[in-house]
């Protein structure tokens, strides 16, 4: 039986580039994470799904959700203090360079929550927390809009769905990856400049620059949560906005989560658009705010 793949889905551009990317992804991750972790693949409707679990802790597992064009590689900041609260699921999101394959697209809010869904009962779990950065926290978001019924909570990192995307993030993004080939020294100072600590963690940086070689990515931009959108969710919802965000306007964005029910966002002094990836004060800071939320939500579930 012949396996269709929808044209309009992220892949590679052939096997040597994949191979070349994996070489760089599974270094990253045996330089990153803590150890032990567990490597599973998820097959659904949408593709197959890779999913890294990682902890030994009980209780409402955390699912994370990676920025475009990233993998799970990139959460290994809150491993350990997250690790030790609640089981970690880290997903390779469908259409991003990463162990996961696409067959259709999840372009499309209602199909994004449809995999993530479908992804989630796969693995049997009944409830989770989801947590995501920049696309990733507009996936959960978008989660918490068309299918809450696995969500305890949800925390969005500097997400995106909260206003269209802007010409400045674009601009800033393609500045990041021109930095990313920057001899040493200059590549320093760049990191300083464009709030960007990814240009520091060379097996990061390696695996990204990589994955942007060898991968066609397909994804348009997320369209943003309508008002009505923020209004129906009605799952507890934290939103961590950075200060100097290229994505979002601080203000703007702390007032439309105050549309959701049960939603807050903070804004991070001094960070950009990486709360928790500072690799500095910001890190505890941001770990310690995510299990606080965490707790809280805990505390208010009904006794079972």
Do not use: C
């Amino acid at each position: 039986m012949t396996t269709v793949v929808d044209s309009a889905v992220g892949r590679f551009r052939g096997d040597r580039q994949r191979a070349r990317f994996l070489a760089a992804y599974d270094a990253a991750f045996a330089a990153l994470w803590p150890r032990p972790w567990t490597e599973t693949d998820v097959d659904g409707e949408f593709g197959t799904t890779h999913v890294h679990r990682y902890g030994a802790a009980t209780g409402v597992p955390i699912v994370l959700l990676h920025g475009a064009s990233s993998n799970a590689v990139q959460w290994y900041p809150f491993l350990a203090t997250l690790g030790a609260h609640h089981p970690i699921i880290a997903l390779d999101t469908l259409g991003d360079p990463g162990r996961s394959v696409a067959r259709r697209p999840i372009h499309d809010p209602a199909d994004s929550a449809a995999w993530l869904d479908e992804t989630l009962a796969s693995l049997g779990v009944p409830q989770v927390h989801l947590i995501g950065h920049s696309y990733g926290g507009w996936l959960a978001l978008n989660q918490a809009r068309h299918a809450p019924d696995r969500l305890v909570s949800v925390a969005a990192l500097d997400p995106g769905g909260l206003e269209k995307v802007g010409a400045r993030f674009i601009w800033l993004m393609y500045l990041n990856g021109m930095a990313g080939l920057a001899p040493s020294p200059l590549r320093r100072r760049l990191a300083t400049r464009l709030d960007n600590p990814i240009l520091l963690v060379p097996e990061l940086r390696r695996v990204l620059l990589t994955g942007a070689r060898t991968f066609r990515t397909r994804r348009p931009a997320p369209t943003p949560l309508s008002d009505e959108d923020l209004r129906a969710i009605r799952t507890p919802t934290l939103v961590l906005v950075g200060q100097r965000s290229p994505l979002l306007h601080p203000a703007r964005a702390q007032a439309r989560v105050g549309l959701i029910p049960h939603g807050r966002a903070d804004i991070l002094p001094g960070v950009g658009h990486g709360p928790g990836f500072q690799h500095g004060d910001g890190d505890d800071d941001v770990n310690n705010r995510l299990l606080a939320f965490l707790d809280s939500v805990r505390d208010d579930l009904p006794a079972s």
